[in-house]
């Protein structure tokens, strides 16, 4: 059985950050394609950060020099290093594996921006 626990999120002010991290057991982060996805109210589900397994990344426009995703394969752990935060920002957050065709997802962690 595939699981997710995810930590990191919370309030913080305009300008703060935050580090978001995803631990999974059940599957092998090696050979996943791993990313973060985030839905704010009313909004649909979006792309934020994505990294290869061979650790090639790619962003969202809107959170480009501003947020980092990472991995440690060995941990089998995801992390969302998120700066310069903004009110905009604000969703909850998931983290998602992409193996054999399948995609697992996280149960998602809110993040609020606001002062």
């Known amino acids: 059985q595939v699981q997710f626990v995810e930590s990191g999120g919370g309030l913080v002010q305009p300008g703060g950050s935050l580090r978001l991290s995803c631990a999974a057991s059940?599957?092998?982060?090696?050979?996943?394609?791993l990313s973060w996805y985030r839905q704010a109210p009313g909004k649909q589900r979006e792309l934020v950060a994505a990294i290869a397994t061979g650790g090639s990344a790619n962003y969202a426009d809107s959170v480009k020099g501003r947020f980092t995703i990472s991995r440690d394969n060995t941990k089998n752990m995801v992390y969302l290093q998120m700066n310069s935060l903004k009110p905009e920002d604000s969703a909850v957050y998931y983290c998602?594996?992409?193996?054999?065709?399948?995609?697992?997802w996280g149960q998602g962690t809110q993040v609020t921006v606001s002062s």
């Open positions: 059940g599957i092998s982060f090696g050979g996943s394609v």
């Open positions: 998602c594996a992409y193996t054999l065709g399948t995609a697992y």
